[in-house]
């Protein structure tokens, strides 16, 4: 939902109260639709955790087309009974856009609705995704029941998810300040997701990370921008700077 984020960008630094006016009602149906309320929306599924997923509509849950558990989702035909957690994190995080937007606009009502959206999506993320073994946010599985039922794990038995996917709960503020402290730690450490060239898009260290992957592996510029945001909301400002440092030189 890059739109979301391109409106914040352009509010933040217009201040332009026409734009803001304007862009709100469209944005607030696009995220109806994300949160699965409208009625033609299945972005829910038959879960029943609160988490959601877009599979009924696209192959991606966050724009890394190889990235190892969605792979696996897909050639596992998993698709009805696993949720991703990026995209129940970005729903947090458009949520609270849009809480802020509704606020400025004096709507009282959206605004209360969606804070209380981001903290019944945030509840859903640390109650059934965060795996404390692998310090990361899972891929949940469901049972028949749309119950959630265990994480999804590669063949060894890891955590399928070790990656900006297992850590994107980070850039949405739904984390314990301990789960944030474990994940800026993999973030900016080179035997976990820091590389020469950035933040590696799966973990270093998992049985499943490939030098020669598409997204497994690569460093890609949409998520560098996501951490780097997140570095300065939580005073990070040196990590940050190392961030974009390593992106503009790269890049150049």
Not at 38 to 60: E, H, K, Q, V
Not at 104 to 117: I, T
Not at 126 to 137: I, L, P
Request: some cysteine; charged content about 25%; proline content about 4%.
């Amino acid at each position: 939902p890059v739109q979301f984020y391109l409106f914040s960008e352009l509010a933040n630094r217009t201040g332009d109260t026409e734009l803001i006016r304007y862009f709100y009602p469209k944005l607030k149906q696009y995220y109806e639709f994300m949160a699965g309320r409208s009625a033609s929306s299945t972005m829910r599924g038959p879960n029943r955790d609160g988490l959601i997923r877009s599979w009924d509509y696209f192959y991606n849950s966050g724009g890394w087309d190889d990235y190892p558990p969605q792979k696996a989702v897909h050639e596992q035909r998993l698709e009805k009974r696993c949720t991703p957690v990026v995209t129940t994190a970005h729903a947090v995080r458009c949520a609270r856009i849009l809480a802020y937007t509704a606020h400025l606009l004096a709507h009282g009502e959206d605004a209360d609705r969606l804070e209380k959206d981001a903290e019944r999506f945030t509840r859903a993320l640390q109650e059934h995704a965060w795996d404390e073994g692998a310090g990361y946010f899972g891929y949940v599985l469901h049972d028949e029941q749309g119950r959630a039922a265990g994480f999804l794990r590669d063949a060894s038995g890891v955590n399928h998810n070790m990656g900006l996917g297992g850590a994107s709960p980070l850039f949405a503020g739904a984390c314990t300040a301990e789960q944030a402290e474990g994940l800026w730690e993999k973030l900016a450490s080179e035997e976990h997701l820091w590389s020469a060239c950035g933040l590696s898009t799966v973990d270093r260290s998992a049985p499943y990370y490939r030098r020669d992957g598409y997204w497994n592996g690569a460093v890609r510029m949409p998520y560098q921008w996501m951490v780097f945001k997140a570095a300065l909301d939580a005073g990070k400002t040196g990590f940050a700077f190392r961030i974009a440092d390593t992106a503009l030189r790269l890049w150049q």
